[in-house]
């Protein structure tokens, strides 16, 4: 005989040797130990899954919005007429004052144009882009931007109030470098 057989004929012995009441204890012991696996290894892991199907889903759309409207926005860019690089250094020039004022400079040099920041709104520079991207067709190759040690200025008409003080806007210090579309000269 091999060592298996001797091991389960000596479990069988044991078994026999048990009363029926303390058989039914381990039957009930082992079908409690297996019902817990089935629910640790088969049922809890879907459940899980069927819980967090809803929000993931919803958030995938989300995702699958965002990148349809990217997708909309370049094709409406690369749809657009392309623009001299004169009216582009004008457009971005334009978009300076009006959105950065005297806290950026602009630099032409080429097909590249250099804004250094100085203490440049985080709104300000965000919204500054994206007029720089949509209208004078200037795309962000570089960016060397550090957070401004300095306040920003408080708003006349901000109030203030005891035990909540305002979270101040993000400022910006550095360079941005940015590459204009071809096309006629400046």
Do not use: C, F, Y
Not at 64 to 73: K, T
Not at 125 to 141: D, F, G, K, M, V
Not at 161 to 168: I, R, V
Request: charged share 15%.
């Amino acid at each position: 005989m091999n060592a298996n057989t001797t091991s389960t004929a000596a479990l069988r012995a044991r078994w026999q040797a048990l009363a029926p009441r303390e058989q039914t204890l381990v039957l009930a012991a082992a079908g409690v130990v297996g019902l817990a696996l089935l629910w640790w290894v088969a049922l809890a892991p879907a459940l899980a899954t069927l819980r967090t199907a809803g929000p993931r889903h919803a958030e995938l759309d989300a995702q699958l919005q965002r990148m349809q409207s990217l997708q909309s926005e370049a094709q409406q860019l690369q749809s657009a007429p392309r623009a001299a690089r004169g009216d582009a250094a004008a457009a971005l020039r334009a978009a300076l004052a009006q959105r950065l004022g005297n806290t950026a400079q602009l630099n032409l040099v080429g097909d590249r144009a250099t804004v250094t920041l100085k203490g440049a709104p985080a709104d300000a520079l965000a919204q500054w882009l994206a007029q720089a991207r949509s209208n004078a067709r200037a795309a962000p190759i570089e960016a060397r931007l550090t957070r401004s040690t300095a306040a920003a200025p408080r708003a006349a008409n901000a109030p203030a109030t005891l035990g909540s003080p305002a979270a101040p806007m993000p400022r910006w210090d550095g360079t941005l470098v940015l590459a204009l579309p071809p096309g006629g000269q400046p």
